[in-house]
């Protein structure tokens, strides 16, 4: 056997599928399935069950997983480490974020990376906080930004890398903006609200439930720059983030109605069994550094 057969072996498990392995790994599907058939050949063993859901671990193939992936880590470590030995620390992370609440403290890891491991190769996955978290569960990315409450997964470690206030915003003159915001008169006024999977999406469901009410217009938009421009043009309330916020009160965009109505951690989130790998560990020291850094709020 070796390692690519491996590798393969493992992606399929992760994925359940020959055509997303395929297409992670950069491989046709009759090559995944020849990788297949020539490591339980030499094993003699059946791997894996066709399913209608896909491919399916047999009981030999998972008890022979955790080896596997044992033996990938150990050859990306030999081979991070024999890069370090020549000075260098070099090859991919993958990394996914969200794309407003992560964008700040994302930009500092990057600026950090780029100091420090000038070799190293970063791409980007933009998702929701679940879509980052399965992601990263199953192999498709190493570690991710995301907002949301801490999200239980097996072997799941999960920091807290910032945070911001989330701001209930109006155009200027439509509410009295002094004191406690009127729901009462609030609740008959149109509202723009991104998906019910984003942190503001989240907090306008629970304002509407806690206030008892549902505007009888909402605008549905998921950019909040977007967001932003539609208040400031006098179309609804909507939900900004502290600096987006802040930012378009100073310049007499909008008014801002009372103090934040939530404050809304950001996470770095990684499987804890990986940390220990040199990529990471580069990983997680930016992280840290960014986060000691981060201008308060």
Known sequence: MDIYQLKTFVTVARQGSITRSAELLFLSQPAISAHIKTLEDELGLSLFERTPRGMSLTTQ??????KAEQLLALHQEIKTDARQLSGQLSGRVRLGSNRSPSAQVLSKLLTQLAERCPQLEVSLEYGSAVEIVDAIRMGRIDAGFYTADPLESAGLQQIEVDSFG??????????????????????????????????????????FVEHGFRPAKIIHVDQEHVTRTLVAGGVGLGLLHQPTALDAQQKAELVLLGPPLQQVQVWFGFLSNRQQEPLLLALLNAVQQTADTSDPH
Request: negative net charge.
């Open 61 to 66: 193939g998972l008890a022979l997983l955790t």
């Open 166 to 207: 989330v701001y209930l915003a109006a155009p200027p003159g439509w509410v009295h903006a002094e004191g406690a915001p009127d729901w009462q008169q609030i609740s008959r006024l149109p509202w723009i609200c991104p998906a019910t999977n984003t942190c503001c999406g989240r907090l306008a469901e629970q304002l």
